[in-house]
């Protein structure tokens, strides 16, 4: 019997609470429903009012897995707002943070989300018979995204050193340099983690979608950038607005988003596809070892894509280092005053193009602040892919059915706890 109507009730093996609902009964439309049911977080509402050197400690909080990547583009708002200009030193340090954000998280959701799947198995404990090794490998991997940013940043989840224009504490020479070997030491494991997930062939959905990440003329994009599309959009991330439009719907606590009325892609295939040529050139190599040719337009491909993006991290990280080894490293906050503005800038994050602007009275407390997270950027494409999926689920049973379409969803790594700013203040 064909299938006709799948409910999946709390997506499993993903960041958040959310529900995916498909109806394909004869003779009507078919709907898909990403269904968002995590309770609204309202991080903008509660705080404004809040002193602008508290909004980096409190945005933090909107997520355990990527807290220095929000700390990050917090402290970036505030000092757009502010019109503070950070050191380099100051820089390299937050660059540092987001690096270590993209090991931890990629290592989490390659190796324990989306490889049970692969294997056969329902979750990660299911794999230890088999793959000891690998969960071993991908439980080192993780630790040492953990430690770098716990090494940066004071501690591995919310950190502390880093405050508006600059740090309250800064790494050795010597933890540097120790640090800097232990990224080495990962490289064969990186290495190896590509492999595996290059090992899988199926599922497949190639679609032409738009991808949206920041590019920026000497890197592969993470700290800041211009916001661009793989169709021709270059935009300033001060301007997101001119091309990022939300809306909401009946049954998620999550607004959707679109780029000129059409659904797009943010995450590792969105920055590999626009940015390939400045990944390092180790990485490089390894993608032709494998054959993976770019740009890719299959959205499982981002799986992939987060475990090349993982050696390339590594290859990043150990060239930042290097750039600090070479200055004489010091606690450093630059001298600055509070005023009046509205600062509005872009980073990468683990799952794609994160947003934050915020607006300051002359006191310097908040008076208005919008984020939007990657995974609000994905959803709409999600149901998108979803459509695109109706004929292969028609060809199978619900359980095939079902298995497919987490695979997708879990495909574009979600953390819907991030998601879920309903109400946003500006």
């Known amino acids: 019997?064909?299938?006709?109507?799948?409910?999946?009730?709390?997506?499993?093996?993903?960041?958040?609470?959310g529900d995916l609902f498909v109806d394909l009964q004869?003779?009507?439309?078919?709907?898909?429903?990403?269904?968002?049911?995590?309770?609204?977080?309202?991080?903008?509402?509660?705080l404004r009012d809040q002193y602008y050197s508290d909004v980096s400690h409190i945005m933090s909080r909107i997520c355990g897995i990527c807290s220095h990547s929000h700390a990050v583009a917090a402290l970036r708002g505030v000092e757009a707002a502010l019109r503070i200009e950070p050191e380099p030193q100051t820089i390299q340090l937050r660059k540092l943070m987001l690096l270590g954000d993209m090991l931890e998280s990629h290592a989490l959701h390659i190796n324990f989300l989306a490889l049970p799947d692969y294997v056969g198995a329902r979750n990660v404990v299911e794999m230890l018979p088999d793959y000891s090794a690998e969960v071993k490998r991908a439980l080192t991997l993780k630790k040492l995204g953990n430690e770098l940013?716990?090494?940066?940043?004071?501690?591995?989840?919310?950190?502390?050193?880093?405050?508006?224009?600059?740090?309250?504490?800064?790494?050795?020479?010597?933890?540097?340099?120790?640090?800097?070997?232990?990224?080495?030491?990962?490289?064969?494991?990186?290495?190896?983690?590509?492999?595996?997930?290059?090992?899988?062939?199926?599922?497949?959905?190639?679609?032409?979608?738009?991808?949206?990440?920041?590019?920026?003329?000497?890197?592969?994009p993470i700290h800041n950038g211009e916001l661009t599309t793989d169709n021709g959009l270059h935009v300033p991330e001060t301007d997101f607005h001119s091309i990022i439009k939300e809306r909401n719907v009946p049954y998620a606590h999550a607004k959707f988003s679109e780029i000129r009325g059409k659904s797009f892609v943010v995450g590792s295939l969105a920055r590999l596809n626009i940015a390939k040529t400045q990944l390092s050139e180790n990485?490089?190599?390894?993608?032709?070892?494998?054959?993976?040719?770019?740009?890719?337009?299959?959205?499982?491909?981002?799986?992939?894509?987060?475990?090349?993006?993982y050696l390339h991290y590594l290859d990043h990280a150990i060239d930042v280092i290097d750039d600090l080894l070479d200055m004489k490293l010091e606690p450093s906050i630059i001298k600055h005053d509070t005023r009046a503005g509205t600062g509005a800038i872009a980073v990468e994050a683990p799952r794609g193009v994160l947003i934050h602007q915020y607006s300051f009275d002359a006191r310097g407390k908040v008076?208005?602040?919008?984020?939007?997270?990657?995974?609000?950027?994905?959803?709409?494409?999600?149901?998108?892919?979803?459509?695109?999926?109706?004929?292969k689920l028609q060809e199978g049973s619900s359980e095939e059915a079902e298995l497919l379409l987490n695979m997708l969803i879990r495909a574009y790594d979600p953390c819907i706890s991030c998601s879920v700013h309903y109400i946003h203040t500006i």
């Open 149 to 220: 940013m716990e090494l940066v940043g004071g501690r591995h989840t919310h950190p502390l050193c880093a405050v508006v224009g600059g740090f309250t504490h800064v790494p050795t020479s010597t933890q540097l340099h120790s640090m800097k070997k232990r990224l080495q030491t990962a490289i064969p494991d990186a290495e190896a983690q590509i492999e595996l997930m290059s090992s899988f062939s199926e599922p497949q959905l190639v679609r032409r979608s738009q991808y949206l990440a920041l590019q920026h003329p000497k890197e592969y």
């Open 26 to 46: 004869k003779g009507e439309e078919p709907r898909v429903e990403m269904r968002v049911t995590e309770g609204t977080r309202l991080f903008e509402a509660f």
């Open 283 to 309: 990485t490089q190599e390894m993608i032709k070892k494998i054959s993976f040719k770019l740009p890719s337009y299959d959205i499982f491909h981002m799986n992939l894509g987060q475990a090349i993006e």
């Open 367 to 391: 008076t208005a602040a919008n984020v939007i997270t990657p995974t609000a950027m994905n959803y709409a494409n999600i149901e998108a892919d979803v459509h695109a999926l109706l004929p």
């Open 1 to 17: 019997m064909a299938v006709e109507k799948i409910d999946i009730h709390h997506l499993a093996r993903v960041e958040g609470h």
